[in-house]
C-alpha cells in the first residue's frame, strides 16, 4: 500500500472489502480518507448491521473531533441491500468527500 500510496498520492475510490469488524473498518478508514481528493469516494462493504447505526451516528469514530472532521468534510450514503440479496451482512456505507 504504502508504494501505491507513494505513486498516486490521491485516489478517487477506496473500497473496503477487507475486515467485517466494524473496528477495523473505521481503522481503514481513518487512515485512507487523507488520501481522497474532493468527490472522492470510501465504500466501506459487508458492514455488518450491528454496525450500521455506530457509523450512521458516527459514534464508531474515536473522538469528537473526527466525528466533527466527517461531518463537516463527508456526506453519508448507507445501501442496504440484505433483502434483495439476502445476505447479512449486504451494506454499503458510502463516504463522499466534499
Not at 16 to 36: A, C, I, P, V
Not at 72 to 94: S, V
Amino acid at each position: 500500500m504504502n508504494l501505491v500510496l507513494q505513486r498516486y498520492w490521491q485516489i478517487n475510490i477506496i473500497i473496503d472489502d477487507g475486515s467485517h469488524n466494524g473496528e477495523r473498518q473505521r481503522f481503514s478508514f481513518e487512515t485512507l480518507e487523507q488520501y481522497l481528493p474532493s468527490g472522492g469516494i470510501y465504500v466501506i462493504e459487508d458492514v455488518k448491521s450491528h454496525n450500521i447505526e455506530p457509523f450512521k451516528t458516527l459514534s464508531i469514530f474515536s473522538s469528537p473531533e473526527k466525528i466533527r472532521y466527517i461531518r463537516e468534510n463527508y456526506r453519508i450514503q448507507i445501501f442496504d441491500t440484505r433483502k434483495d440479496t439476502n445476505k447479512p451482512d449486504d451494506i454499503l456505507i458510502c463516504f463522499i468527500k466534499n
